[in-house]
């Protein structure tokens, strides 16, 4: 049995998912976070294939989950992106809301020069 939080976070990303689409141009950023990491992924969904994935563990940072993480991540996940010649990706929060670490790397990607 689910609780609501997690019925409600499923249906979300489910309703959010279904509009959302990547392709080799304009890959899907998709944004996964637990207790203590943030990942980042570009994925190419008809090739089903991952085109890029970064993720705080690399970052050596004490707490590696915090805001400030958050966008440290995202300016290491944009100027990666933009070596490889992204420069459009289409934004896949994953179903958690767009504040605090999801903004917070999000911005950061955006000040890199990737947009969205």
Do not use: W
């Amino acid at each position: 049995m689910l609780s609501d939080k997690k019925r409600a976070f499923l249906l979300r990303k489910k309703r959010i998912k279904k509009d959302i689409f990547g392709t080799k141009d304009m890959p899907r950023m998709t944004v996964g976070r637990s207790n203590k990491y943030l990942y980042v992924q570009f994925i190419d969904d008809l090739d089903n294939c991952t085109l890029l994935s970064v993720s705080s563990k690399t970052l050596k940072m004490k707490n590696s989950a915090n805001i400030k993480a958050a966008s440290e991540l995202g300016k290491t996940a944009g100027g990666k992106a933009l070596a490889l010649g992204i420069k459009k990706v289409v934004f896949d929060r994953g179903g958690y809301l767009y504040h605090g670490r999801i903004k917070a790397l999000a911005d950061s990607a955006r000040e890199a020069g990737l947009k969205f």
